[in-house]
Structures are given as structure tokens and as C-alpha cells.
């Protein structure tokens, strides 16, 4: 975190978390200049003890940024509290220069970040092409197009535009998630495991989207249970333990680390 | 013949009627015990209105404003308040209960709890195939398709009807996708409080004399035709209607009209054993 020296930014977590490599050198300029999404000491629990505390990670344009971490370290509940389904008792987060925290998240998507949840994140009864409408509710106009766009980029929805959500696999439903999420265009994407669940073949036809996304712009921060996997592509990786900051770097570079790989990935 | 003939206008009443509660319920998951007091009011200010005009037009908008306004109020005055300080499901149900007993004691203190008479100029009776109508059983019918057909192109067709379906499957999915819940949900108590004060409007009328219990007796059929139809089914909710209100009207002709509304419970508790689920299969949700 020593990099951003000074904006007091992960300041709290940079006494606990341990940086992998050299930083400075890892993380390329942006080649996008859209905003940063900063978690900055984030508290967020559902009542009783918090299940995050005081974790700061941030996703940089055009970057994969990669949570990870066991079971139950909470992972899913920081991104549930920078999208505005939990609240965070304490600290902020931050687009660009803005404070978003604790807006709701009709508000947030209007800014720009786009939360795709792991479980129930397509409308079951609704038709694909009625679930990307409902992607561009906040646009409105040219949707039309934009389902065009998506349809080409994942050829597998355009043949199914008129089925109802709940009849399609959960390889298609995840497409269809991406889809919607990404039919506003947005600055800044979550995606809660989005591999979860998924059958092999799958799992990489969903990391190369997720790939392709990134390249496109936006700030990717995705969530994932696949440590491996996730961290090969990783710009910047954060290790969650108990629900804190524990390790962070580029992904390759966490990869390599023997502690991290012999406590959490095994092998 | 005679008793699918009434059994229709029934139907149609109770079809306005329940598929407002559907389409209520799906979209907030509130069970509503002041729905008949949305009936209620629509009555009552039809019946107000009628001391002026004998034009049907004008009584059925003050049925539709009526009911609209108590929807509304309902949602915007107790139930959203309540939910954002994190009320429960089961508080928001009791809640509905006292507002349909306050609606209930408004309307007595205002108009006295003996029945006020509401009549529609009937006219001649028309022979419609095997079927023997007033005008204002053909209004009627007609008045609830339609309405039906219109509720169905707005659920299928338009922007906000799918916003309704998608805050219906998934409320804070719809959330995180943009769409305004709130507003949406604010919108479908008024819609749902609409049709039901016109519901209880043209009951009022086919009955021709209420009470301020007009639309609370009524509850219990309409809970049964949503129930029988599967519940927060839209589509459901029409078919159920048509068994209730054609069982009801049959049965008052061959049994005993006091037995109307056993026969409605009667076919609930056949359905609830056979098909709880509802007679309407998953695949034509709504």
C-alpha cells in the first residue's frame, strides 16, 4: 500500500498486511482513466460481531483485482458492503474521489458500479431479453443496441433471448448475469464467485469474459473461492483471513508465495 | 344456465378483485388484511357520487380514486415506514388487520353501520346466448376483461410491468440492477387499491344494498379464488375467480344461497389438498 503514499488510503491495513514483490513495479498506470473503487477500512457485519473488519482493498480500471481467502473470511460481505446490500458500520468507500459509502444501490449503479451476486443474480421468471432490459432500467434509451453488443459477446444468450431465465443451465445463467451487469457499461464491476458451481469448461469460458471485460475498461473486482485460478489473471490480489486485510500483491506473485499457497490453496 | 350466468358476473367481480391482491402480494410479499376495505371505500365513494349523477362513469372513477388513495396511503403511511425500520413480515400483516378494522369504524362513524342502498338503473334484462343479463352484469364483465387484458399487456409488455415481475422475483436484485423498488412497489398499491375500489364498487351494486363490512366479508372469497389460483399468480388469481364465483352462484340455485360462500371454502380446502400448490401450473407464473 506504500504506493499511494500518503492519501491515508489502507493506512490501517498496511500495519497488518503483508505486500508480496514490489508493488510499484507490479501495477502498470492504469491504461484506462475511469475511477478507482477504494474499500477503506470497511466494517460491515449482519449485527453481533462483524464478519469484515477494517479491510481496505481497491480496483483500478482496467484491472482484474482478485479477493480471495478461506471460507468465511469474508469476501462475499466486503463486496456485498461496497455494493450497497449491507451496510458498513464503519469506514468508507470510495469512487475516484467520491464517497459512495453506504448509498443505496439504486444510487450506486447510477454511478457506475455494477454488482453481479452470487446466488439469484438473474430474474428467474422474466425472458433473457427482459432480463438485459432490465440491465439498462437506468438508460433507458438504446438498449436495443446494447443487447445487440452483449448478444454478439455471448453468443450463447442470443438463441435463448425469449426463454425464461430459470430454464437455462448455470453456465448460461452466469453469462446472462455478466450480461446484465454489463448492459449499463459500467466503471466499475463486483462479481460475487462467478465461477461457483460451474462445471470445468465453463469455469474458463467465464474467466476469459471476465478477462475480456477488464480489458475493455472497467474496474473488475471479483470475489472468488478458486484461488488458483483467480490470482493467475489478477493484476492485484488481496488475501482475506477472519475478516481481515492478511496478504496482498499481484496475482502471479501471491501465487508463488509458499505460506499463502500451503495455508490456502494446498498443493 | 341461469347460475354460470350470475356465476360469471361473480367471477368477474371477484376476478377484479383478487387479481389486484396477486399482483399486490407478488410485488411486496405483504400479506394484505385491509384488502376488502379497499373494496369498501370504492363502494362508498361510488355510492357518494351516485347522489349526484345516475352516469356509472364518474362513480366508477371516484370507486377508482377512492380505492387508489387508501392503497396508497396504506403503503406510504404505515407499511413502507414500518418496513424501513426493519418490521417484519408478520408486523406488516397485524398492521393491515388494525387499518382494516380503523377503515371499518371510519366509515361507520361517517355513514352509520345500517346498509345504504346502491342501485344501477337496471333496465331490461338482455338474453346473451343461454345467458340472461342486466346491463349491469355486461358492464361489469366487460368492464373486468377489460381490465384484465390490460393488467396482462402492462405485465408483459411494459417497461414498468416488468420492473414489477423483476422486483417480484428478486427485491434486492432489482435493486442492485437500478430499478427504483420503492417507486414501484408505491405504484402497484395504487393500482392494486384502484381495481379493488372498483371491484367493490360494482359489488356494492350487484348486491344493491352495504355496509362498512362490505368489503371485509368479501376477504375470505377472494383469499380463496387467490389461494385456489396459487398464490401472487397472476393468472392464477383470474382462474381461480372463475371456479369461485361460478361455484358460488351454481351452488346458490341447486343448494342454498346462505351456502355461497361454504361452497368457495369448500373447493379451497379441495384444492389445498389435492394441489396446494394451486390448480394454475409453475410454468404459466405470473
Redesign the interface.
Given at each position: 500500500m506504500s504506493r499511494e503514499g500518503g492519501d491515508g488510503i489502507g493506512s490501517t491495513s498496511a500495519m497488518s498486511a503483508r505486500v508480496v514483490g514490489n508493488p510499484a513495479l507490479a501495477v502498470a498506470e492504469p491504461v484506462v482513466d475511469g475511477p478507482t473503487l477504494s474499500a477503506d477500512c470497511l466494517t460491515i457485519g449482519y449485527g453481533g460481531t462483524p464478519v469484515v473488519r477494517e479491510v481496505s482493498v481497491r480496483a483500478r480500471p482496467g484491472q482484474l483485482t482478485a479477493i480471495v481467502g478461506p471460507n468465511g473470511a469474508g469476501k462475499s460481505t466486503l463486496l456485498k458492503g461496497m455494493?450497497?446490500?449491507l451496510r458498513c458500520s464503519s469506514g468508507r468507500t470510495l469512487l475516484g474521489d467520491d464517497d459512495v459509502t453506504n448509498l443505496?444501490?439504486?444510487r450506486?449503479?447510477?454511478l457506475g458500479i455494477s454488482?453481479v451476486?452470487q446466488v439469484?443474480?438473474?430474474?428467474?421468471?422474466?425472458t433473457v431479453r427482459?432480463n438485459l432490459?432490465?440491465?439498462a432500467?437506468?438508460v433507458?434509451a438504446n438498449s436495443k443496441q446494447r443487447i445487440e453488443e452483449l448478444c454478439s459477446m455471448f453468443p450463447d444468450l442470443k438463441s435463448s433471448l425469449h426463454r425464461p431465465a430459470r430454464t437455462l443451465s448455470g453456465g448460461q445463467r452466469m453469462m446472462l448475469a455478466l450480461a446484465?451487469g454489463l448492459m449499463?457499461q459500467p466503471k466499475v464491476l463486483l462479481l460475487d464467485e462467478p465461477t461457483a458451481g460451474l462445471a470445468p469448461m465453463v469455469v474458463e469460458a467465464v474467466w476469459e469474459h471476465v478477462l475480456a471485460i477488464k480489458a475493455s475498461g472497467p474496474a473488475v473486482l471479483v470475489v472468488e473461492q478458486n484461488t488458483r485460478r483467480s490470482l493467475r489473471d489478477a493484476d492485484w490480489g488481496y488475501v482475506l483471513t477472519n475478516g481481515r486485510n492478511n496478504l496482498e500483491g499481484p496475482g502471479p506473485e501471491l501465487l508463488a508465495d509458499k505460506d499463502l499457497v500451503r495455508l490456502y490453496i494446498g498443493g | 344456465m341461469l347460475g354460470i350466468g350470475f356465476g360469471l358476473v361473480t367471477a368477474a367481480i371477484v376476478a377484479l378483485s383478487t387479481v389486484a391482491l396477486s399482483l399486490q402480494f407478488s410485488v411486496t410479499r405483504t400479506i394484505n388484511f385491509a384488502h376488502g376495505e379497499l373494496m369498501t371505500v370504492g363502494a362508498y365513494a361510488g355510492y357518494l357520487v351516485a347522489q349526484h349523477t345516475s352516469n356509472l362513469v364518474p362513480q366508477a372513477l371516484a370507486a377508482v380514486a377512492a380505492g387508489a388513495v387508501l392503497g396508497w396511503v396504506l403503503n406510504w403511511g404505515l407499511l413502507r415506514p414500518f418496513s424501513r425500520r426493519g418490521a417484519s413480515k408478520i408486523v406488516l400483516f397485524v398492521l393491515t388487520i388494525a387499518t382494516a378494522l380503523i377503515v371499518q369504524n371510519l366509515l361507520q362513524v361517517g355513514f352509520g353501520g345500517s346498509f345504504v342502498d346502491y342501485h344501477y338503473s337496471v333496465g331490461l334484462a338482455h338474453h346473451v346466448g343461454p345467458f340472461l343479463w342486466t346491463t349491469l352484469n355486461i358492464v361489469t364483465m366487460v368492464t373486468a376483461a377489460v381490465i384484465l387484458i390490460s393488467l396482462h399487456l402492462m405485465i408483459r409488455r411494459t417497461?414498468f410491468g416488468?420492473?414489477q415481475?423483476?422486483v417480484?422475483?428478486?427485491l434486492?436484485?432489482?435493486?442492485?440492477?437500478?430499478?427504483?423498488?420503492e417507486r414501484i412497489i408505491s405504484f402497484t398499491w395504487v393500482l392494486d387499491g384502484g381495481i379493488a375500489g372498483l371491484a367493490g364498487m360494482f359489488l356494492a351494486l350487484q348486491v344493491g344494498s352495504f355496509t362498512p363490512t362490505l368489503g371485509f366479508g368479501y376477504l375470505l372469497v377472494i383469499f380463496a379464488a387467490a389461494i385456489v389460483g396459487g398464490i401472487g399468480k397472476m393468472y392464477g388469481a383470474m382462474v381461480g375467480s372463475l371456479i369461485i364465483g361460478i361455484v358460488m352462484e351454481v351452488s346458490a340455485i341447486y343448494i342454498n344461497p346462505s351456502y355461497k360462500e361454504t361452497m368457495a371454502f369448500l373447493v379451497l380446502v379441495v384444492v389445498l389438498l389435492f394441489r396446494p400448490q394451486g390448480i394454475v401450473p409453475a410454468l404459466s407464473?405470473?
Open positions: 455494493a450497497g446490500v443505496t444501490p439504486e450506486l449503479i447510477r454488482y451476486p439469484s443474480n438473474v430474474f428467474a421468471s422474466l427482459e432490459e432490465m440491465g432500467y437506468i433507458r446484465r449499463v | 417497461r416488468k420492473a415481475r423483476a417480484a422475483d428478486d434486492m436484485l432489482a435493486r442492485t440492477t437500478g430499478i427504483a423498488a407464473e405470473g
